[in-house]
T-cell receptor
Framework: GQNIDQPTEMTATEGAIVQINCTYQ??????LFWYQQHAGEAPTFLSY????GLEEKGRFSSFLSRSKGYSYLLLKELQMKDSASYLC???????????FGKGTTLSVSS | DVKVTQSSRYLVKRTGEKVFLECVQD?????MFWYRQDPGLGLRLIYF???????EKGDIPEGYSVSREKKERFSLILESASTNQTSMYLC?????????????FGPGTRLLVL
């Protein structure tokens, strides 16, 4: 099956910058998603990268390198409310549904 | 804003019961999905549908069936609930065109099977 790997847990302090990495299978690639999920809630869409490079959206940026099968989510000026699980996802080989990584739980402390 | 709703936030059922989980979206999306989410396993796709009355198996369809009689509604059915189906169930929908569109999730149903 498709393997999407991301760290299980990360910790950081308010105001800091954190980078959450994701590696994925490159065959049949059709874009990479990042979702945020607060405990007990549904995942919410953060970003979708299809082309190489960095895309910035406010405090959050997402980077993609298709040749390396690598993406990262960069969170700047961390706030307590950023404590959540961050899910990396890509389409399956058929392009019909998303395959998710197991998520990275980020804990932001004061 | 896309709105995906699920019939229950929390549900408790007994082993052997037939369970219906309902999902409704209000954005005229063609595609709808059912996932389950378990600690350490992440989100796994159960079934999806790309049109009314159409359905496709995901990665873990065993023990489940689905129904899509209307475009806005996608139901997940547990024919005979078992304890290993205790989980968080998440419905999602995505827009028109191909299946390769951003998926929007409902709030989830936390099911406990005793």
């Amino acid at each position: 099956g498709q393997n999407i790997d991301q760290p299980t847990e990360m910790t950081a302090t308010e105001g800091a910058i954190v980078q959450i990495n994701c590696t994925y299978q490159t065959s049949g690639f059709n874009g990479l998603f990042w979702y945020q999920q607060h405990a007990g809630e549904a995942p919410t869409f953060l970003s979708y990268n299809v082309l190489d490079g960095l895309e910035e959206k406010g405090r959050f940026s997402s980077f993609l390198s298709r040749s390396k099968g690598y993406s990262y989510l960069l969170l700047k000026e961390l706030q307590m409310k950023d404590s959540a699980s961050y899910l990396c996802a890509q389409f399956n080989q058929a392009g019909t549904a998303l395959i998710f990584g197991k998520g990275t739980t980020l804990s932001v402390s004061s | 804003d896309v709105k995906v709703t699920q019939s229950s936030r929390y549900l408790v059922k007994r082993t052997g019961e037939k369970v219906f989980l309902e999902c409704v979206q209000d954005m005229d999306h063609e595609n709808m999905f059912w996932y389950r989410q378990d600690p350490g396993l992440g989100l796994r796709l159960i079934y999806f549908s790309y049109d009314v009355k159409m359905k496709e198996k995901g990665d873990i369809p065993e023990g489940y069936s689905v129904s899509r009689e209307k475009k806005e509604r996608f139901s997940l059915i547990l024919e005979s609930a078992s304890t290993n189906q205790t989980s968080m169930y998440l419905c999602a929908s995505s827009g028109t065109g191909t299946l390769q569109e951003t998926q929007y999730f409902g709030p989830g149903t936390r099911l406990l099977v005793l």
